[in-house]
Nanobody, 119 residues
Framework: VQLQASGGGLVQAGGSLRLSCVAS????????MGWYRQAPGKEREQVAV???????NYADPVKGRFTISRDNAKNTAFLQMNSLKPEDTAVYYC??????????????WGQGTLVTVSS
């Protein structure tokens, strides 16, 4: 199972970006998909996660500004980021865990996509 993230870029403060994360391979299930970020000199932190049934959880700094969603039919998760702030600048990673077609569990990361918010 692999993850491919996309959608990062450079945006001015107050702007919006939409990240996408596509899972591919021998997938039986994707229980949870999530977005994490790592800013320079800081540890990776959770941004938002979504379960297969649509339950969501957000980090306090992004509540009300970011929205996570997923298309189960396409094994894809999205992160809509609005009202972006310079402090949102980071490499954003997607994560997924579930079971592959052999019913083995997996917990995998995408390659990361850079989001830069200018002031």
């Amino acid at each position: 199972v692999q993850l491919q993230a996309s959608g990062g870029g450079l945006v001015q403060a107050g702007g919006s970006l939409r990240l996408s994360c596509v899972a591919s391979g021998s997938i039986f299930s994707i229980n949870v998909m999530g977005w994490y970020r790592q800013a320079p000199g800081k540890e990776r932190e959770q941004v938002a996660v979504i379960t297969s049934t649509g339950g969501t959880n957000y980090a306090d700094p992004v509540k009300g500004r970011f929205t996570i969603s997923r298309d189960n039919a396409k094994n894809t998760a999205f992160l809509q980021m609005n009202s972006l702030k310079p402090e949102d600048t980071a490499v954003y990673y997607c994560n997924a865990y579930g079971h592959d077609s052999g019913l083995y569990p997996y917990d995998i990361w995408g390659q990361g996509t850079l989001v830069t918010v200018s002031s």
